[in-house]
């Protein structure tokens, strides 16, 4: 959640974003945008 701002960001797992969107509609959670994160820990 992003203090004074309506925006909370979630972190997924997958193979790839369609997997993730399913997931998000399935379960009725609103979402605007699906992008890929890396993980950068050494």
């Known amino acids: 959640m992003f203090v004074g701002e ?22 009725k959670i609103p979402f605007t945008r699906i992008v890929e994160a890396l993980d950068l820990t050494p």
């Open 6 to 27: 309506a925006h909370c960001m979630c972190l997924f797992e997958a193979d790839n974003a369609d997997h993730v969107r399913e997931v998000n509609e399935t379960a």
